[in-house]
């Protein structure tokens, strides 16, 4: 069944995966770009049925603008994916952090009082599987996907109760324009040049492509496939790299979770 999307970030990476495929395959699509001719040839194919504006995420008042008359001159969306996203492998702080985590916030505020009002659908918040667990160079991309999965985990059970589901996705290393269109790389620095953060460089210089086994396309169809799955899963991990660093991350994680279960039980009030 035909579904009305909106998708932010829709010129690049998954954005643009998922507006072009659910156009091919017959679905209305709303889709925020940050330059007016980013999808121009996409548009032209494809006519009334994508919806074009111009958004920066780390606007906040735009964000509400640009959804409120989405869903006004729409009437209904089905599913918000909240794809927009910036990387800079190395630490600067402030833009990953508005565009990542305050953006995608800013996004679900939005959203949900017209989710709410329609009577329910669906939030697919792009995180990536360094939600689950950082690298070296990527510690501040980590945290703004870290913190936009914590910020759905206190959410989705809020707005349960009105029809909204919600799904994070943990995509690992795909072979989109991500890397050339909305990632920059920081500094290197000598003094890091014999730690984890130079070996994890070198490697990654190394490898090439096999760094990004994911392919774009696959991705956005098992993200498609995923909003007609009820219950919504909370998480979609995809990748063969993203599901070998999350089972890692999360079997490390209980066993030392379980190591210190007496000392956490020892630190109760006394009876």
């Known amino acids: 069944m035909s579904k009305t999307w909106f998708i932010t970030g829709g010129s690049s990476g998954f954005g643009r995966e998922l507006a072009e495929l659910l156009l091919q395959r017959g679905h209305r699509v709303a889709a925020t770009v940050r330059k007016p001719d980013a999808l121009q040839g996409v548009a032209t194919k494809y006519g009334e049925r994508l919806w074009l504006a111009i958004?920066?995420?780390?606007?906040a008042a735009a964000v509400r603008e640009v959804i409120n008359r989405a869903f006004s001159e729409l009437q209904r969306i089905d599913v918000v994916v909240s794809n927009a996203g910036y990387a800079l492998f190395g630490a600067q702080i402030e833009r990953q952090l508005n565009t990542n985590l305050l953006g995608s916030i800013?996004?679900?505020?939005?959203?949900?009082?017209n989710l709410r009002q329609q009577g329910g659908g669906r939030i697919i918040q792009i995180s990536s599987s360094v939600g689950q667990a950082a690298y070296p160079t990527m510690g501040v991309y980590a945290a703004t996907k870290w913190g936009i999965?914590?910020?759905?985990?206190?959410?989705?059970?809020?707005?349960a109760p009105f029809g909204i589901e919600v799904t994070l996705v943990e995509p690992g290393a795909s072979r989109t324009n991500f890397a050339s269109s909305s990632a920059d790389a920081g500094k290197v620095l000598d003094v890091y040049e014999k730690t984890p953060a130079g070996d994890f460089r070198r490697r990654a210089a190394a490898a090439g492509l096999a760094m990004f086994p994911g392919d774009p396309r696959k991705v956005a169809s098992?993200?498609?496939a995923s909003a007609d799955q009820h219950p919504a899963p909370k998480?979609?991990?995809?990748g063969s790299d993203a599901y070998a660093l999350v089972h890692k991350a999360l079997t490390e994680r209980l066993a030392a979770l379980e190591a210190q279960k007496e000392l956490a039980h020892s630190t109760d009030v006394d009876a």
Do not use: C, S, Y
Request: glycine residues 6%; proline residues 6%.
């Open 55 to 59: 958004l920066d995420v780390t606007d």
């Open 235 to 238: 998480r979609l991990t995809l």
């Open 106 to 113: 800013q996004v679900a505020r939005a959203a949900i009082p």
């Open 149 to 159: 999965e914590g910020f759905f985990e206190g959410t989705i059970p809020e707005i």
């Open 222 to 224: 098992a993200i498609i």
